[in-house]
């Protein structure tokens, strides 16, 4: 079965059997209340006491334990300490992101499980100025720009020009004098983008469908790097990005409008 896109993880939540072992990866403070083990840098102590794990309504009490909490690297080198198709659902929400090294985490959760639910931010909105301050793109700490096709994730990284310079950008400011890679006077500019930005953003926002890729997927899938390793190259694939992104005619909707999911 390849990758498949759902509106929401209520989704994800319905595929669970009652017999199902369940693994959270990077569940830390929120994790999965379903699950019956969870994955994460934090410690139990630092989580556990804070009782934020959910979904309570379906399963108001944690299924995982003090000893089915696993403290650890999920980018180590070595194997995760469970066995091959040991749980039948995997959850990873919020996490491939952040990562140093998210395609190693793909391949254990590919080893560890029959299937699972991936939730990471879109590259439409880590595209976007002001989704945390307007002097840069999308969430602070995000390392990786994701996309997915039929049966792969491709992570690119969230390199510094796209914070820098507008052309990258996704906005709904006018692209005077931006269609090309070179720099030149009209850099000058710049600053007018983010007001321009913000002053539309008063009276639209962004499509909340083009805000997080919800992802089911089974029996495996293929996690890669996209490499772009030449300057030109890389600021052309940039700005290719922002072209096609900024034709969806329904990007941006109203304020009070719904818009999406």
């Not at 993880?9 to 072992?21: K, L, N, P, T, Y």
């Not at 379906?58 to 300490?81: G, L």
């Amino acid at each position: 079965m390849p990758i498949t896109t759902v509106a929401s993880i209520e989704s994800a939540f319905d595929c669970i059997r009652a017999g199902d072992v369940v693994l959270d990866v990077g569940g830390g403070q929120t994790a999965i209340s379903r699950a019956n083990y969870v994955l994460d840098f934090q410690s139990w102590e630092s989580c556990h006491r804070l009782e934020r794990w959910w979904p309570k309504e379906r399963w108001p009490r944690p299924y995982f334990t003090r000893e089915t909490w696993i403290q650890r690297d999920v980018c180590s080198a070595e194997a995760w300490p469970f066995r091959d198709k040991q749980f039948d659902f995997v959850f990873c929400l919020g996490t491939l992101e952040d990562l140093r090294d998210p395609i190693r985490v793909c391949e254990e959760m590919v080893r560890v499980g029959k299937a699972g639910y991936i939730e990471m931010p879109t590259r439409i909105l880590e595209s976007m100025p002001g989704v945390e301050r307007l002097r840069y793109v999308g969430h602070s700490h995000h390392r990786w720009l994701c996309e997915f096709s039929e049966n792969e994730i491709a992570f690119l990284f969230k390199h510094a020009q796209l914070h820098v310079y507008p052309r990258f950008h996704v906005t709904l400011c006018p692209w005077i004098g931006r269609p090309r890679k070179s720099h030149g006077w009209t850099e000058a500019f710049d600053f007018m983008d983010a007001l321009f930005h913000q002053v539309n953003r008063w009276f639209r926002r962004p499509n909340p469908k083009y805000r997080v890729n919800r992802l089911l997927w089974r029996d495996g899938f293929v996690a890669r790097e996209k490499l772009l390793v030449d300057k030109d190259e890389l600021e052309a694939e940039l700005m290719e990005f922002r072209r096609r992104a900024m034709a969806l005619e329904d990007l941006w909707v109203k304020k009070g409008d719904r818009g999406g999911p």
